[in-house]
T-cell receptor, first 118, second 116 residues
Framework: NAGVTQTPKFRVLKTGQSMTLLCAQD?????MYWYRQDPGMGLRLIHY???????AKGEVPDGYNVSRLKKQNFLLGLESAAPSQTSVYFC?????????????????FGPGTRLLVL | AQSVAQPEDQVNVAEGNPLTVKCTYS??????LFWYVQYPNRGLQFLLK??????LVKGSYGFEAEFNKSQTSFHLKKPSALVSDSALYFC??????????????FGQGTELSVKP
């Protein structure tokens, strides 16, 4: 299993440009999440999805949109990038319906995408 | 409001000494608690979790954590630190609501530095 993968690994954008970050998981997980990590602030949840075709807002959703058209993929979009969106973005997934609840609660993280908005 | 606090930004330990990374939480209901580790330029790796049962939880790489309900704490411990344990450690709590998608609330992280 590749686990959770993210593309791209690094990107530089100019203010106002748009881009899409791709997250893919091969663990048959129902739930997927997008976080951003900023120094001294831990990880903050942007959006999440509890299943194919469903998405919901997290703690810091403004300026981002998401889509979950396929169970294994979760896309994060920035329509008009701003310098405040400079961050490291992590995708995570969890919950295989075939697992016990004790196992299913663990989130597995991708390697991250570093985004710099100038 | 649900929250997680890691009161120390940095913990310095000599190799071979015991280490403790502190975490306290505030959440209604029975929490699910987690520790993750992040090495430089890497994603988060799961270390251990408390769901229910024995308050002392053992995890990867010799780490353990003790759930203390009365003190609302979940401190991470290791009896003998290694230089390779140097990393950023995050405590997290699962919001205990049905069908909430397993959302985690993270602490701000504690940088652990183990010197030879």
């Amino acid at each position: 299993n590749a686990g959770v993968t993210q593309t791209p690994k690094f990107r530089v954008l100019k203010t106002g440009q748009s881009m899409t970050l791709l997250c893919a998981q091969d663990m048959n997980h129902e739930y997927m999440y997008w976080y951003r990590q900023d120094p001294g602030m831990g990880l903050r949840l942007i959006h999440y999805s509890v299943g194919e075709g469903t998405t919901a807002k997290g703690e810091v959703p403004d300026g981002y949109n998401v889509s979950r058209l396929k169970k294994q993929n979760f896309l994060l979009g920035l329509e008009s990038a701003a310098p405040s969106q400079t961050s490291v973005y992590f995708c995570a997934s969890s919950y295989d319906r075939g697992e016990s609840i004790r196992v299913a609660e663990t989130q597995y993280f991708g390697p991250g995408t570093r985004l710099l908005v100038l | 409001a649900q929250s997680v606090a890691q009161p120390e930004d940095q913990v310095n330990v000599a190799e071979g000494n015991p280490l403790t990374v502190k975490c306290t939480y505030s959440v209604s209901g029975n929490p699910y608690l987690f520790w993750y580790v992040q090495y430089p330029n890497r994603g988060l790796q799961f270390l251990l979790k408390y769901i229910t049962g024995d308050n002392l939880v053992k995890g990867s790489y010799g780490f353990e954590a003790e759930f203390n309900k009365s003190q609302t704490s979940f401190h991470l411990k290791k009896p003998s630190a290694l230089v390779s344990d140097s990393a950023l450690y995050f405590c997290a709590v699962r919001v205990p609501s049905y069908n909430q998608g397993g959302k985690l609330i993270f602490g701000q992280g504690t940088e652990l530095s183990v010197k030879p």
